[in-house]
């Protein structure tokens, strides 16, 4: 794969959430201009972060939204099912177990676990509930590679040596905590209070920019 600047990388899924909007339009092709207009970006920088997954406009005509679809879903990895499990099985967790944007991008958790006796057993949006032990087997099982964390902070680092040893390649962090992984393991940390803290600052910014603070 070719290496991607993590900025373009983050800018794929807003490109094809953009483009998935024109095909529901019944457009077949689209402008960089046109994807520039939609998301406040420069059309030099579309097709600079489009070419790094092989589609080239043609003058005057712009992309084919089909293959530029394709061309991104492949080039992220998800033009493919992807099977996960998901660990901690409380409010957040639960809510993510009902997102139905995860089946549009081909991620589908196969399982959900919890040390709480009193949601193993349960379905949640038609996923299992399971107790700790049987981690390793489901994630044989369905060749799982990539977990879902969204556990107390205390517990978050148990939880992740259990998924390594498990097999887990890839861990998407919803937790608060930092947790350490082995350097072949892929961790994604994603804290909700950082997007607050910029939402707030900006807020701020705005309010002394006209003058309400």
Known sequence: MTSIPL???????????????????????????????ELDLKPIQIRKDMAFTGIVGKPKVGYN?????????????????TNAVLVGAG??????????????????IVAAF????????RTVYQTRVYSMDMLESI??????????????PPSAQTVTDALVRAGILGIWNFSPAEIQAPPEVVVKREDLSEGLAVLFVHMQEKQLQTGEA
Do not use: C
């Open 114 to 121: 919890d040390s709480n006796t009193e949601k193993q057993g």
């Open 139 to 152: 994630v044989r099982e369905h060749n799982v590679k990539m977990a879902i964390i969204t556990v107390p």
């Open 65 to 81: 939204i089909f293959d530029l679809i394709s061309a991104i879903r492949k080039f992220i990895g998800w033009s493919k099912e």
């Open 91 to 108: 409010s957040l967790g639960t809510a993510l177990l009902g997102y139905e944007g995860f089946s549009r991008r081909n991620l589908k």
């Open 7 to 37: 900025p373009s990388l983050r800018r794929l899924p807003r490109y094809l959430n953009v483009l998935e909007n024109f095909q529901s339009q019944g457009r077949d092709t689209v402008s960089a201009t046109d994807i520039a207009d």
